[in-house]
T-cell receptor, first 114, second 115 residues
Framework: GAGVSQSPSNKVTEKGKDVELRCDPI?????LYWYRQSLGQGLEFLIY????????KSGLPSDRFSAERTGGSVSTLTIQRTQQEDSAVYLC????????????FGDGTRLSIL | AQSVTQLGSHVSVSEGALVLLRCNYS??????LFWYVQYPNQGLQLLLK??????LVKGINGFEAEFKKSETSFHLTKPSAHMSDAAEYFC?????????????FGQGTTLQVKP
């Protein structure tokens, strides 16, 4: 079946611009996660959605970062006024539930800020 | 707070040799434990997980890992390395009590397999 889909696969933008990254989770998965992978910081948790509950935003690095999940399915991660340190690979994952359920990852969006 | 330490950012083995990738965790309560593999320009793929059953866990592609509570370790092994095993490997934990599934990752270990 279809896996987690992320778009775009690559994004190059100028410093100061806003960007939107999209994630289509596996159908039926109630939990959705965003992670950031960068050379200096490794893999970091950003935000977590579970069903209709309020998202856990504890990993967002600044107020320039936000995310939403519409209809319990597709999610969009938005970065406003991008900075060079935002350059990274942004990974989305989904799972049937939380806790001990393994997460299924998309191939990521590689974001480059010029 | 939970944390994960992977000893050795790079490991090099010969084809056919034993693979051993080390992972130690820090947590007041034994967490859920996972090993993921990442090939270039791809996302992470689950190799195996430990939740609460047998301490020796078998995964895909011939990998296995043993949970040792006394050593707070979850090392990944494979008896005989293949060229196709060359990739980056991540150990991760998630909080059993909070049960959100948020993963905390180690820094990763790049496995090189020499012919």
């Amino acid at each position: 079946g279809a896996g987690v889909s992320q778009s775009p696969s690559n994004k190059v933008t100028e410093k100061g611009k806003d960007v939107e990254l999209r994630c289509d989770p596996i159908s039926g998965h109630t939990a959705l996660y965003w992670y950031r992978q960068s050379l200096g910081q490794g893999l970091e948790f950003l935000i977590y959605f579970q069903g209709n509950s309020a998202p856990d935003k504890s990993g967002l690095p600044s107020d320039r970062f936000s995310a939403e999940r519409t209809g319990g399915s597709v999610s969009t991660l938005t970065i406003q006024r991008t900075q060079q340190e935002d350059s990274a690979v942004y990974l989305c994952a989904s799972s049937p539930d939380r806790g001990d359920q393994p997460q299924h990852f998309g191939d990521g969006t590689r974001l480059s800020i010029l | 707070a939970q944390s994960v330490t992977q000893l050795g950012s790079h490991v090099s083995v010969s084809e056919g040799a034993l693979v051993l990738l080390r992972c130690n965790y820090s947590s007041s309560v034994p967490p859920y434990l996972f090993w993921y593999v990442q090939y270039p320009n791809q996302g992470l793929q689950l190799l195996l997980k430990y939740t609460s059953a047998a301490t020796l866990v078998k995964g895909i592609n011939g990998f296995e890992a043993e949970f040792k509570k006394s050593e707070t370790s979850f090392h990944l092994t494979k008896p005989s390395a293949h060229m196709s095993d060359a990739a980056e490997y991540f150990c991760a934990v998630s909080d059993r009590i909070g049960n959100t599934g948020k993963l905390i990752f180690g820094q990763g270990t790049t496995l090189q397999v020499k012919p």
